[in-house]
C-alpha cells in the first residue's frame, strides 16, 4: 500500500511538473511576441506563477516520493541503483533539472520581473530588460527544461537495461536547446518599441 501511494504522489508530481514547465514555455513565447509592456507584465508575471505554482511544488513531490521509493524499494542507502542504468539516469537527470532550474532558470525569471516590474514604473521598456531578455545561456537553460524532463519520463516509462537511451537522449536534448536558443529569438525578435520613447519634439514653440 504504501508503494502504491508512493507511485501515485510521484506521478503527481511529475503531472504537476510537466504541466509547469509546459505554461512557463507557453508564457515566454507569448511575452515574446507582445510589445504592450503591461502584457509583457502579465506574461512574465504567468512564468512567476506557473513555476512557483506547479513546477517547484511537483519537484518536491517527485523529489520526495523519489527518494523514498529509492530507499525503500532499490537499496538507496547503499547506492546500489546506481547499477540501474534507467534509475541512474532518471536521478542525474532529476538533480540536474532541480538544481539548475532552482538556480539559474529561476533566478533569471526572478531578474526578468525586477526589471519589468522597473519598466512599468518608468513607463516604458529600458536597455537592461532588453539585455536581460537576449541572455544566451539563461536562453539555453530555458530551453533545456522540456527535453530533459521527456528525458525522465522517457527513462522511467521503458526502464532500458543499457546507458544508451540516456545518453542519446541527453544529446538530442542539448542539441534541441542549441537549436531553440538560436531560433526562438529570430523568429519572435523584439520591435524597436523596446527603445527609450524619444523626447517630444519643442520645434516651432518658440517664435
Known sequence: MTYTLLKLTHVIGAVLMGAGLIGVWIADLRGRQVEDLPRFSEAVRSIRV???GLVFPGALLLLVSGTWMVV???GGWSWQFLKIPWLAGMA???AFEFIEGNSVTRLYFLRLGRLT?????RGHFTPE?????ESTTTNFTHFLDIPLYLTIV???????GTWTLFFASSAISVAIAIA???????????SPMLESPARPSHEGSAA
Do not use: N
Open 92 to 94: 542525474i537527470l532529476f
Open 180 to 190: 531553440l536558443t538560436l531560433v526562438v529569438p529570430r523568429l519572435f525578435r523584439w
Open 117 to 121: 516590474r522597473e519598466a512599468l514604473r
Open 72 to 74: 525503500t524499494t532499490y
Open 50 to 52: 506557473f513555476y512557483d
Open 129 to 133: 530588460l532588453k539585455r536581460a531578455r
Open 154 to 160: 522517457a527513462l522511467g516509462t521503458t526502464k532500458p
